[in-house]
T-cell receptor, first 112, second 114 residues
Framework: GNSVTQMEGPVTLSEEAFLTINCTYTATGYPSLFWYVQYPGEGLQLLLKATKADDKGSNKGFEATYRKETTSFHLEKGSVQVSDSAVYFCALLMDSNYQLIWGAGTKLIIKP | KAGVTQTPRYLIKTRGQQVTLSCSPISGHRSVSWYQQTPGQGLQFLFE???????NKGNFPGRFSGRQFSNSRSEMNVSTLELGDSALYLC?????????????FGPGTRLTVT
């Protein structure tokens, strides 16, 4: 079946460090891929998306490129801030059933 | 546009009781999905409604049910509550069509079963 695998957390970085959170997927067909972020005590926010191979999603300094050849959608940011501390979820959606399939989430902690 | 709203935000119930949660989607969105979030199981899909019809269903027991009204508002019901039903229940709103299906989430309802 379809699935998403994320790197385990927590990931702890210093402010202004470079961030990568790995995400790989297994899917029959061509899913759309998403990154969502959940700040403490809040619901999920859509961070960025990509709907086809080689698409790059970007928002708030975060980027992720849909790599069909490696079935990956890694999240990157060049210089993280303390305010980026949150849990990040990678997800895929098959347009055949509109059901988001989630990774386990990666907790990111940024220290000043 | 107003975002997705969920009521109530917090609930405490006793085992064996039932509970109803409500979700109002973004205006114009016809799809509402429900998810359960727990520390142990992560995010799990419950079901999705589109234009008052259940279009998709996850692997939850029949105690979990839902419905959608003509104004796209949705309710989720859990009967005969168990301790393991304690979770954050998230509702997501989407246009729900093949070219517009990204989901926008509400703040969730935190259910505690004692």
């Amino acid at each position: 079946g379809n699935s998403v695998t994320q790197m385990e957390g927590p990931v702890t970085l210093s402010e202004e460090a470079f961030l990568t959170i790995n995400c790989t997927y297994t899917a029959t067909g061509y899913p759309s891929l998403f990154w969502y972020v959940q700040y403490p005590g809040e619901g999920l926010q859509l961070l960025l998306k990509a709907t086809k191979a080689d698409d790059k999603g970007s928002n708030k300094g975060f980027e992720a490129t849909y790599r069909k050849e490696t079935t990956s959608f890694h999240l990157e940011k060049g210089s993280v801030q303390v305010s980026d501390s949150a849990v990040y979820f990678c997800a895929l959606l098959m347009d055949s059933n509109y059901q988001l399939i989630w990774g386990a989430g990666t907790k990111l902690i940024i220290k000043p | 546009k107003a975002g997705v709203t969920q009521t109530p935000r917090y609930l405490i119930k006793t085992r064996g009781q039932q509970v109803t949660l409500s979700c109002s989607p973004i205006s114009g969105h016809r799809s509402v999905s429900w998810y359960q979030q727990t520390p142990g199981q992560g995010l799990q899909f419950l079901f999705e409604y589109f234009s008052e019809t259940q279009r998709n269903k996850g692997n939850f027991p029949g105690r979990f049910s839902g419905r959608q009204f003509s104004n796209s508002r949705s309710e989720m019901n859990v009967s005969t509550l168990e301790l393991g039903d304690s979770a954050l229940y998230l509702c997501a709103s989407s246009p729900g069509t093949s070219n517009s299906y990204e989901q926008y989430f509400g703040p969730g309802t935190r259910l505690t079963v004692t």
